[in-house]
């Protein structure tokens, strides 16, 4: 039996694994594209030489940049900067908050900037204008994905891992409303589950913030919506075991 939704783990190893779909990009496939960037990047800061600063964007680039750095052959430095654009959903909302900011100055440095996925580019756009409003001596920009179908903000991208259609995907440091981070492969979600995490989500938040329930959270007023939240998850908790 698999619930997925059981926090305590329970179910076990399946309980990830059962929402993903398809898997769009391998361990393998991920291993070499890593390589070939690494040499790529390697064989340009050879060339043009001085300072490298690396900066990912967190958190979707850790496992990726995590792996990227270990394959540039060249002397570099880490610096990382948070930035939010999509809160708990699939859809870019084209609101950018600088959530933290680089602890380095970045004035008269080669900078690359790294990043898990560039979709419409409305992040990216922002960043990059923030960037180089700094100084910077170059500024180049390394995605391991990239959505060009869905392009809204035109972007130079300089070292790119791959090209992907236009599905939403997790997995590799690319998140679904935070989860799925941890996959070591580039997958795409069931699309029942995209529905059913944000139906629910949504219903539980609706029921909880609700001006009548008390700061206890017992209020038996909250019984009758619970109820029908039991009632609403059943049949999902069967079609899971089935
Ligand atoms: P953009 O501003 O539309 O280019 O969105 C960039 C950010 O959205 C990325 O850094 C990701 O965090 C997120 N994002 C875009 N597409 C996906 C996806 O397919 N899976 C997970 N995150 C995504
Ligand atoms: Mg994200």
């Known amino acids: 039996m698999e619930l997925w939704f059981n926090q305590d783990g329970v179910s076990g190893e399946g ?12 361990e393998e496939e991920i291993r070499e594209r890593v390589a070939g960037l690494g040499e790529q990047i390697t064989q340009y800061y050879s060339e043009i030489g001085g300072d490298l600063i690396v900066v990912g964007l967190l958190r979707g680039c850790f496992v990726f940049m995590a792996d990227l750095v270990r394959h540039i052959r060249y002397p570099l430095t880490v610096d990382f900067m948070a930035v939010s654009s999509y809160g708990d959903g699939t859809v870019s909302t084209g609101d950018v908050k600088i959530v933290m900011d680089l602890d380095a100055s970045i004035e008269g440095r080669n900078v690359l900037v790294v990043e898990d996925i560039i979709d419409t580019g409305t992040t990216f756009k922002k960043i990059l204008r923030m960037l180089n409003n700094r100084n910077p001596a170059s500024l180049k920009v390394c995605t391991f994905l990239n959505k060009p179908s869905r392009r809204t903000h035109p972007v130079q991208i300089d070292f790119c891992g791959k090209d992907i259609p236009d599905e939403f995907v997790c997995g590799y440091g690319l998140d679904y409303a935070q989860e799925y981070r941890n996959l070591p492969y580039v997958g795409v979600l069931k699309q029942e589950d995209i529905w059913r995490v944000r139906t629910i989500s949504q219903y539980l938040r609706k029921i909880m913030t609700r001006k009548d329930v008390d700061s206890s959270g017992s209020s038996a007023r909250i019984f009758p919506e619970m109820l029908g939240c039991g009632f609403f998850l059943l049949p999902h908790i069967i079609l899971q075991q089935s």
């Open 15 to 26: 309980m990830l694994e059962s929402r993903i779909d398809s898997i769009l990009i391998g």
